[in-house]
């Protein structure tokens, strides 16, 4: 069957499943994960498992044995080979034979002696890639392997890879709300600001917090402040709530280590640190541009000061009671600037001043999971200082915070599982021409693919997952000329365009500011969509004038 066949009644199935069926996202992308690893032939498993250990020849002398690999190829050890053809079936290798290497002008030279061919296998002048004989039989024995166990391996390997970031993100998140330092952080910018540049403000404010918290966890925590505004000035609603969102769902989407973009970042070899910084950018950009077209908007549909919701009145009274007793600034942005700083330092480091600090040092504490372990320390403090350093109180929402997280992990690993099966189908030797070929095609393939996606399913972060696991092996097959990092960025920004009625999100956004459907899809996701072409055309403009190879 073909590649795009497979992936596609895989995608099919995940998404009947999340849409007729109303199944939860875990199970959807589950057995999306299965249809494409029981489809998927075993020989076209083989090749793409064979493959990363193979190494192509470029010059073979018949006569004296000596051989010449491609340049920047990585030679094989010394040993027994198995010869395999580019253009034939890896089952049944061409034959094997035994590499040596000698020294010559101070480099090595390599011949292939006691050549065994398999029975009726002509060895072609071109096109021969060897593999060492171990790795052969081992990783045919992978490929080879039960269809839930390929996909249990891909939900490990994302556990294994980003479960510990996204727990921690969580129980952070939970700890800045649950101690106030998060309405503390946004006190200070109103302050800074004044209500005069409040859109901003909020903008602003729902960027930072949804770095490490969730785009509704941030939306309930500011809309109270955006609705009691309102109410003082008697206008501008719309636009308080429009630049709340503005900020929140561009960081939701961009900046790591929020699931979507922790897990793309992680499936196309991107730093957090880079994907972070990339984020930053991209997003800041797009806020701006969001911003500006919530105060259009809200010239042309001014929107009264609608009455409560009961889960806009819950969310009104936990954020306004006690505004007195706020932590202090500087504590309330450590969870926050602590892991960014080291992460960012780390980086930095590699990339400009190699000799800055000790290096064992920085990589200790700027690795992504120990500098977000710190931030999530400094936030756990911070919550007990609040409530009189009675640990059995903090206990019950870090445990709400864990069950949360858990939650999006099931999702994510769910996600990393079809995204390993689907590289097991091969479909970057097929697509790698039509998305791959001048590397800027596949940054538009990678928007396309994933606003498409979202556009079915609703949810952002299965448009991300699902994209990434289709995207990753093409731009493994014919690297782009620009860093992974702007492919990254567009599937981020892909998945904004467009968020309607099947997107929870769009539901907590009518829902809390009172707005009906038309209402929300007119100014709502009409700013999203436009916040993400803009953010893409960012992206195009960086990888163009940038391309950080």
Not at 144 to 150: D, E, G, K, T, V
Not at 177 to 194: M, N, P
Not at 202 to 217: E, N, R, W
Not at 444 to 453: M, R
Request: proline residues 6%; glycine residues 10%.
């Amino acid at each position: 069957m073909d590649p795009a066949v497979i992936v596609l009644l895989g995608t099919l199935v995940m998404v009947g499943c999340l849409l007729g069926l109303r199944w939860h996202a875990f199970l959807s992308l589950l057995l999306g994960a299965l249809t494409v690893a029981m489809l998927t032939p075993t020989a076209r498993r083989e090749r793409q498992a064979l493959r990363p250990a193979t190494t192509a020849i470029e010059r073979w002398d018949r006569a004296t044995g000596e051989l010449q690999f491609q340049r920047r190829a990585r030679p094989p050890a010394e040993g027994r080979v198995v010869l395999l053809s580019e253009a034939g079936d890896w089952s049944h290798p061409l034959g094997t034979a035994l590499l040596l290497a000698s020294k010559s002008g101070g480099t090595n030279a390599w011949h292939l002696t006691e050549l065994k061919t398999e029975s009726g296998n002509a060895i072609p002048e071109t096109a021969v890639r060897l593999i060492p004989a171990p790795q052969y039989q081992q990783q045919r024995q992978v490929a080879s392997a039960h269809p839930m166990a390929r996909v249990a391996e891909g939900f490990g390997a994302t556990c294994r890879s980003i479960g510990f970031l996204i727990l921690l993100a969580s129980i952070l998140g939970r700890c800045l709300s649950e101690s106030r330092a998060a309405d503390r952080i946004v006190l200070w910018i109103r302050q800074v600001l004044g209500d005069s540049r409040a859109p901003q403000g909020f903008a602003v404010s729902g960027f930072l917090l949804a770095i490490p918290s969730f785009f509704d966890t941030v939306f309930y925590l500011l809309m109270p402040l955006g609705r009691g505004l309102a109410a003082q000035t008697r206008r501008d609603f719309l636009l308080y709530t429009l630049t709340i969102v503005a900020g929140a769902t561009m960081a939701h989407s961009l900046v790591p280590p929020t699931p979507g973009p922790l897990f793309v970042a992680n499936e196309l070899g991107v730093t957090l640190g880079q994907m972070m910084l990339g984020g930053v950018v991209v997003g800041g950009s797009s806020v701006v541009v969001g911003v500006a077209y919530a105060r259009w908007a809200n010239r042309r549909w001014p929107l009264p000061l609608r009455p409560e919701t009961e889960a806009a009145t819950a969310s009104s009274h936990a954020a306004s009671s006690d505004s007195r007793d706020l932590p202090p600034l500087l504590f309330s942005l450590l969870p926050i600037l602590v892991p960014i700083g080291l992460i960012a330092l780390a980086e930095l480091r590699k990339a400009f001043v190699p000799n800055l600090v000790s290096r064992a040092w920085l990589e200790a504490v700027g690795q992504g999971q120990t500098a977000l372990l710190l931030g999530t320390g400094i936030a756990l403090v911070l919550a007990a200082s609040r409530l009189s350093w009675d640990w059995k109180r903090v206990a019950p929402f870090v445990s709400q915070a864990v069950s949360s997280g858990s939650s999006l992990l099931m999702i994510t690993a769910a996600g990393g599982a079809l995204g390993a099966v689907i590289r097991q189908t091969d479909i970057a030797d097929q697509l790698s021409s039509v998305a791959g070929g001048g590397g800027f095609r596949l940054l538009i393939a990678a928007f396309g693919i994933t606003a498409l996606i979202r556009i079915v399913q609703g949810s952002a972060t299965v448009a991300m997952i699902t994209a990434a696991g289709i995207l990753a092996p093409i731009a493994a097959a014919t690297p782009p000329p620009f860093h992974p990092v702007y492919l990254a960025l567009a599937i981020g920004c892909g998945s904004k365009p467009v968020p309607w009625l099947n997107d929870s999100g769009f539901w907590i956004i009518s829902r809390m500011s009172g707005m009906n459907e038309t209402e929300t899809l007119r100014s709502a996701s009409v700013m999203m969509s436009l916040m993400g072409c803009v953010g893409f055309g960012v992206v195009l403009l960086g990888a163009w004038l940038l391309p950080l190879r």
